[in-house]
């Protein structure tokens, strides 16, 4: 599976963007996809996830403010980040994974199998 991001740029603080990762290779629809971001100095970290059995998942920075989505047909996964803060400020990674056994591991990016290369995401206050 390959996975091409895009999306990122630099916004104002309030602004949105939309983020897209776009599938290859799998069909989209069998696949948990997620996205994770890291900021200069700081480790990655789970943004949200969107999983075939249980949902969709967000973190605690990222609800209420972020949507991910899904377009099968499109073989796309989108991010819609609005009411972006200057801490938002990252790059962006989308990561696919196959079905998982014996667990929800939906925040844990070592249980992702596929990354993207990212997208930029700078935010100036």
């Known amino acids: 599976v390959q996975l091409q991001a895009s999306g990122g740029g630099l916004v104002q603080a309030g602004d949105s963007l939309r983020l897209s990762c776009v599938a290859s290779g799998r069909t989209l629809s069998i696949l948990n996809m997620g996205w994770f971001r890291q900021a200069p100095g700081k480790e990655r970290e789970f943004v949200a996830a969107d999983t075939r059995r249980t949902g969709t998942y967000y973190s605690d920075s990222a609800k209420g403010r972020f949507t991910i989505a899904r377009d099968n047909a499109k073989n796309t996964v989108y991010l819609q980040m609005n009411s972006l803060k200057p801490e938002d400020t990252a790059g962006y990674y989308c990561?696919?994974?196959?079905?998982?056994?014996?667990?929800?591991?939906?925040?844990?990016?070592?249980?992702?199998?596929?990354w993207g290369q990212g997208t930029q995401v700078t935010v100036s206050s």
């Open positions: 990561t696919a994974s196959n079905p998982w056994l014996g667990g929800n591991y939906y925040n844990i990016e070592t249980h992702y199998d596929y």
